[in-house]
Nanobody
Framework: QVQLVESGGGLVQAGGSLRLSCAAS????????MGWFRQAPGKEREFVAA????????YYADSVKGRFTISRDNAKNTAYLQMNSLKPEDTAVYYC???????????????????WGKGTLVTVSS
């Protein structure tokens, strides 16, 4: 059972940056695709970014493309989400998730992901 713990959330002004981290408890994480999702108050959970087990295949939601960067360091069992040029509409709880397959399945809602963190809150003020 892989446990995921997110960190790095907080309050930032519009235009600022944050880097989220997702630390996994097991080395098997290095074999799994992983993704970042977010859920804003009153809204459905949505896809943000995902990558394959090696980080070689990367996917972004259109809303974050060019501003966010997903990466992972399998030697550290950790994944990251660098968020630049943040906007108030990026305010949400951000979750990392992993699925027991090497390449991302493409889920846009997170359905089917096998492991989830508890989330970290990102608040972007205008």
């Amino acid at each position: 059972q892989v446990q995921l713990v997110e960190s790095g959330g907080g309050l930032v002004q519009a235009g600022g940056s944050l880097r989220l981290s997702c630390a996994a408890s097991e080395r098997t994480f290095s074999r799994y695709a992983m993704g970042w999702f977010r859920q804003a108050p009153g809204k459905e959970r949505e896809f943000v970014a995902a990558c394959s087990w090696s980080g070689g295949s990367i996917y972004y939601a259109d809303s974050v493309k060019g501003r966010f960067t997903i990466s992972r360091d399998n030697a550290k069992n950790t994944a990251y989400l660098q968020m630049n040029s943040l906007k108030p509409e990026d305010t949400a709880v951000y979750y990392c998730a992993a699925e027991r397959r090497p390449y991302y399945s493409g889920t846009q809602t997170g359905d089917g992901m096998d492991y989830w963190g508890k989330g970290t809150l990102v608040t972007v003020s205008s």
